[in-house]
């Protein structure tokens, strides 16, 4: 593995899926922390995302597979093929016991790196890592064995319990791996065959951009936002169920979902049947730069996570750092790495999944006890400040990428 070109500053290529991605802004926020620390970012993205309001700033340091019109490109991406083809054979056998014999696969990717490896060898970066633990990891393992580097890569929550069957090999590999829940720590380090360090950091929230309004009480009408993809693993049906309680109990709620996905359809019916159309509003997809103003007119988020029937679930959702830091109560599920952040009583208030039965509770019991919801608003903006601001997180991967 090549040393870092010097002490102070570190070359870091990121392989990513998607770039940028309206979805991940977690990841976005960590490389302009790198970035603004001094390390030289080079980004290798497969999908062009949208350019996103504020942040175009990376756009000139991402290379993506050339669109296909670039004749020259693809030409260029042949001959680099032909030029180190010994290589691209030789990661090609070492892998294929564990991810088996697919020939169109393999030539897919083979010619994705390509496109990237050419770029790179320009201006070699000192390590590669990637985000995610599929799709974006088989890239980089290749990558950095063409271009004989060490990589390294984050895995986040669908990537370890739905798409993981072959992360022992991928640990196995690595320089280090990092995750952003201990919960995730503990599963990766059963799947470890040999001594790869496995670091657990949360991610880093940039609090200026969450001003703190700390709350008093909580009244009628209940404003409930929940912001998310319209997904199995969200768990949105249990809170349209925990609605439907506290309105027949007499209780005024406002509930607003903000979010798209797969489930809308699904979600809508449900509510026309539980007869709450008007309590709940779907709002679509809502821009990053937009939740601030919700957190700070709602009166309680709830995230009602669960796990999924293929395994995928949460890992610690980063709407819950963003609600509490800006001294949002929060009412969250007890699934996977959600309370490392939300202590129950403390920093926000826990409950099973699954259970609409106790979301509706724990609605009344901070609209009953402004006590507690006051606390709860204070103190989760402490738990933000102590352990989960961008300085932390930064400082942590800057000591892990200059160890390589």
């Known amino acids: ?53 504020g942040k175009t700033d990376l756009m000139d340091r991402v290379r993506y597979v050339p669109r296909w019109f670039q004749l020259k490109e693809w030409l260029l991406t042949g001959l680099e093929l032909i030029r180190h083809r010994e290589k691209f054979r030789e990661f090609g056998r070492t892998t294929e016991k564990v991810r ?16 990237w490896s050419r770029k790179l060898r320009r201006d070699l970066p000192d390590r590669i890592h990637a985000h995610f633990a599929s799709f974006p990891t088989d890239l980089a393992q290749q990558l950095a064995h063409v271009l004989e580097l060490g990589y390294s890569f984050t895995a986040h929550a669908h990537d370890i319990y739905a798409d993981g069957p072959d992360l022992t090999e991928k640990i196995a590999g690595a320089d280090f791996v990092v995750t952003c829940t201990g919960f995730n720590h503990e599963i990766l380090t059963s799947q470890k065959s040999n001594g790869t360090p496995i670091h657990c950091v949360y991610h880093g929230l940039d609090l200026r ?10 009244s009628e009408p209940l404003s409930i936002v929940s912001v998310g993809r319209l997904t199995s693993k969200k768990g949105h049906a249990y809170l349209l169920r925990a609605v439907h309680e506290l ?12 979010g798209d996905g797969p489930l809308r359809a699904e979600l809508e019916a449900e509510v026309a049947e539980l007869g709450i159309g008007k309590e709940v509003v779907f ?59 939300v202590r129950d009583g403390e920093t926000g208030i826990l409950v099973p999944q699954r259970d609409s039965a106790r979301i509706a509770g724990a609605l009344l019991h901070l609209l009953e006890h402004p006590e507690i919801y006051q606390s709860i608003s204070q103190r989760g903006r402490g ?21 390589g």
Request: aromatic share 8%.
């Open 383 to 403: 738990w933000i400040e102590e352990a989960f601001g961008i300085d932390r997180a930064t400082e942590q991967l800057l000591e892990l990428h200059r160890r």
């Open 283 to 341: 709002h679509g997809h809502v821009p990053q730069e937009a939740l601030s103003s919700w957190y700070q007119k709602a009166g309680v988020l709830v995230q009602a996570s669960v796990i999924a029937g293929n395994g995928d679930r949460d890992g610690i959702p980063n709407v819950l750092l963003e609600a509490m830091a800006s001294g949002l109560p929060v009412i969250a599920t007890e699934v996977s790495g959600i309370p490392e952040l």
């Open 247 to 258: 309105v027949q109990q007499g209780i005024e709620v406002n509930c607003h979902l903000l």
């Open 100 to 115: 088996g014999k697919n020939r169109l696969k393999k030539i897919r990717n083979a010619w994705l790196v390509a496109t």
């Open 1 to 53: 593995m090549m040393a870092p070109s010097s002490a102070s500053t570190i070359r870091l290529c990121f392989v990513l899926g998607q770039f940028p991605s309206p979805t991940e802004f977690f990841i976005l926020n960590e490389i302009q922390s790198l970035r603004a620390a001094g390390v030289e970012v080079t980004i290798c993205a497969f999908e062009r995302g949208p350019v996103l309001m």
């Open 209 to 218: 951009q969450w001003p703190f309004l700390p709350r008093k009480s909580l």
